[in-house]
Nanobody, 130 residues
Framework: QVQLMESGGGSVEPGGSLRLSCAASGITSDDTYYLAWFRQVPGKQREGVACIYTEAGGIMYADSVKGRFTISQDLVQKTLIYLDMTHLAPEDSGMYYC?????????????????????WGQGTQVIVSS
């Protein structure tokens, strides 16, 4: 089982930026996973935002965040990922979750589909408001 810990959420004004971090543990050197960011607002389904392959590459974004959000991987610790969010808008507010899925399952089910992911962090809140 993969353990995930998010950090970096907070409140920001529209147009501002935030960086989220996710540290994954329990992934061995023989494992290959997709790590992804999802977000959820009350009353709505969890939405896949971005994902990255632990062996580098495989980056995918939701259309709603393309050009504004960037997912990246730490150069030394490949199971530490980031989500740099710029030009934030109120509709970007929500609870942001980090998730992990074995790469074969992610490719089969869909890399930004919630059903592909079994392991989830506790989430970090992002509030975009003036």
């Amino acid at each position: 089982q993969v353990q995930l810990m998010e950090s970096g959420g907070g409140s920001v004004e529209p147009g501002g930026s935030l960086r989220l971090s996710c540290a994954a543990s329990g992934i061995t050197s023989d494992d290959t996973y997709y790590l992804a960011w999802f977000r959820q607002v009350p009353g709505k389904q969890r939405e896949g935002v971005a994902c990255i392959y632990t062996e580098a590459g495989g980056i995918m974004y939701a259309d709603s965040v393309k050009g504004r959000f960037t997912i990246s991987q730490d150069l030394v610790q490949k199971t530490l990922i980031y989500l740099d969010m710029t030009h934030l808008a109120p509709e970007d507010s929500g609870m942001y979750y980090c998730a992990a899925a074995p790469w074969r399952r992610a490719m089969r089910v869909g890399r930004l589909r919630e059903e592909a992911y079994d392991d989830w962090g506790q989430g970090t809140q992002v509030i975009v408001s003036s």
